[in-house]
T-cell receptor, first 109, second 113 residues
Framework: GIQVEQSPPDLILQEGANSTLRCNFS?????LQWFHQNPWGQLINLFY???GTKQNGRLSATTVATERYSLLYISSSQTTDSGVYFC???????????FGTGTRLTIIP | GAGVSQSPSNKVTEKGKDVELRCDPI?????LYWYRQSLGQGLEFLIY????????KSGLPSDRFSAERTGGSVSTLTIQRTQQEDSAVYLC???????????FGQGTRLTVV
């Protein structure tokens, strides 16, 4: 099956800083999503982005499908951005979503 | 409803008992996923339903685990003879079809004592 690796595993930043989270995957995909899991365990949809670039407020994401990676950018971090960020992918003929191990982001006031 | 609904929110059961977890997907969504998340860990795939196709059961950890989806809508995950290692949050998601955006429910926290 598809392997998904996320980096870094942990990230601690001061409020106001910018960050870049990376997701590498081992095969061609036709589905890629970024999620934020908040401290209460709820998975919040951030981006559905199998290719291209999207922006939503302080967050943006880019997927370069031909090079098998995706990046999530968070600008001007706030304490509410803390939590775990997951990348999940689905492949051609293998539609189940496979999750990476996540990046735990901690924003310090 | 507007989102994916799971019940119960919390379940405490004695070791050896059977449990049933329910998932109500978003209306009209043909794809449904079950995942398991142990404390502090990532999401472990369990089973995937897509329309009338045979489900992808490749993630079920043992034959004590089974799932069904009735009428292409509600799904039930059944765990027989529960063990302490089954304690986890069980998450359900649905999507319009297999390669579209998936939305998760709030999960069922299962504790086996």
């Amino acid at each position: 099956g598809i392997q998904v690796e996320q980096s870094p595993p942990d990230l601690i930043l001061q409020e106001g800083a910018n960050s870049t989270l990376r997701c590498n995957f081992s095969d061609s995909v036709n589905n890629l999503q970024w999620f934020h899991q908040n401290p209460w365990g709820q998975l919040i949809n951030l981006f559905y982005i199998p290719s291209g670039t999207k922006q939503n407020g302080r967050l943006s994401a880019t997927t370069v499908a031909t090079e098998r990676y995706s990046l999530l950018y968070i600008s001007s971090s706030q304490t509410t951005d803390s939590g775990v960020y997951f990348c999940a992918v689905g492949g051609f003929g293998n539609e189940k979503l496979t999750f990476g191990t996540g990046t735990r982001l901690t924003i310090i006031p | 409803g507007a989102g994916v609904s799971q019940s119960p929110s919390n379940k405490v059961t004695e070791k050896g008992k059977d449990v049933e977890l329910r998932c109500d997907p978003i209306s009209g969504h043909t794809a449904l996923y079950w995942y398991r998340q142990s404390l502090g860990q990532g999401l472990e795939f369990l089973i995937y339903f897509q329309g009338n196709s045979a489900p992808d059961k490749s993630g079920l950890p043992s034959d004590r685990f089974s799932a069904e989806r009735t009428g292409g809508s509600v799904s039930t995950l059944t765990i027989q003879r529960t063990q302490q290692e089954d304690s986890a949050v069980y998450l359900c998601a649905s999507s319009l079809w297999g390669v579209t955006e998936a939305f998760f429910g709030q999960g069922t926290r299962l504790t086996v004592v």
